[in-house]
């Protein structure tokens, strides 16, 4: 069973920026994809990014050119730089892994606050 974990959540104002990162327990080559959702207090969770084993990325109109998902293969870490960050970015944010026969993994989650 793979294990994700985030950090790198906090509070920050806004127009600010932050950077999240997701440790996996095996090495990132394994998994299908890698990538970023969040979810709100009284909201669905939110897809932000997903980066395939090749290393193609996809963001969804919302996010796109204020996001970027990137990886450290020899640290099988995958980082989420947020920038120009909004109080509606306020959510906790979960890696997940695609993984080819088995349901998708899903980090604990981080907390990121945008607040002056």
């Known amino acids: 069973q793979v294990q994700l974990v985030e950090s790198g959540g906090g509070l920050v104002q806004p127009g600010g920026s932050l950077r999240l990162s997701c440790a996996a327990s095996g090495s990132i080559f394994s998994f299908k994809a890698l990538g970023w959702s969040r979810q709100a207090p009284g909201k669905q969770r939110e897809w932000l990014a997903r980066?395939?084993?090749?290393?193609?990325?996809t963001y969804p109109d919302s996010v796109k050119g204020r996001f970027t998902i990137s990886r450290n293969n020899a640290e099988n870490t995958v980082y989420l730089q947020m920038n120009s960050l909004k109080p509606e970015d306020t959510a906790v944010y979960y890696c997940?892994?695609?993984?080819?026969?088995?349901?998708?993994?899903w980090g604990q989650g981080t907390q990121v606050t945008v607040s002056s």
């Open positions: 980066m395939t084993g090749g290393g193609y990325t």
């Open positions: 997940y892994a695609e993984h080819q026969r088995a349901p998708t993994s």
